[in-house]
């Protein structure tokens, strides 16, 4: 679905470096998510906003901060990354239906 | 916490035949209860969805049951077809009205020619 995008698709890094995750959207959808997806076990919800003055903590927030810059903008940053953070991570958005539209993905590696 | 539990985690069928994805959840208040198939490399995509007040839905090959009594619900494919291979996760609502997510850990399904 091409009107959710990420930015980096893929990203490598070292261990103590702050990364940032961009996720972009032209839908006019209100809720942004972003999840983290690890073999076996699913996707776990990291933060979610449902408009730009609302931040919510997900279920695996430790480690990680967002920033709702506009409606259409959900940024996830990695303050100091951690090996155990290397993970693919996918940003969301949901209109007035409950249905969540997922961007491509950006797969990170920290060393 | 709020949990979705999905069995098996590997499916391995023959094309033609049919498969069966069970998911348990434990938020009596879930009213929405989607699946979601990731072909390799590829974001998740919806492709079926049920509300608490629909006890069945079809969508040609596709269909998913839910029993609210016993808190599971089923995703069932018929037809199975190589193109069918993926990984399947379902899903149910929490948190009453903020409506988010929970997923189960998926299913991989393997249809073979």
């Given at each position: 679905d091409a009107d959710v995008t990420q930015t980096p698709r893929n990203r490598i890094t070292k261990t103590g470096k702050r990364i940032m995750l961009e996720c972009s959207q032209t839908?006019?959808?209100d809720r942004m998510y972003w999840y983290r997806q690890d073999p076996g076990l699913g996707l776990r919800l990291i933060y979610y906003s449902f408009d730009v003055k609302d931040i919510n903590k997900g279920e695996i927030s430790d480690g990680y901060s967002v920033s709702r810059?506009?409606?259409a903008k959900f940024s996830l940053s990695l303050e100091s990354a951690i090996p155990n953070q290397t993970a693919l991570y996918f940003c969301a958005t949901q209109g007035y239906t409950d249905t969540q539209y997922f961007g491509p993905g950006t797969r990170l590696t920290v060393l | 916490g709020e949990n979705v539990e999905q069995h098996p985690s590997t499916l391995s069928v023959q094309e033609g035949d049919s498969a069966v994805i069970k998911c348990t959840y434990s938020?009596?208040?879930?009213n929405y209860f989607p699946w979601y198939k990731q072909e390799l490399g590829k974001r998740p995509q919806l492709i079926i969805d049920i509300r608490s007040n629909v006890g069945e839905k079809k969508d040609q090959r596709i269909a998913v049951t839910l029993n609210k009594t016993a808190k599971h619900f089923s995703l069932h494919i018929t037809?199975?077809?190589?193109?069918?291979s993926a990984v399947y996760f379902c899903a149910a609502s929490y948190g009453g009205s903020q409506g988010n997510l929970i997923f189960g850990k998926g299913t991989k399904l393997s249809v073979k020619p």
């Open positions: 839908k006019g959808h810059q506009a409606q | 938020d009596s208040a879930s037809e199975t077809q190589p193109e069918d």
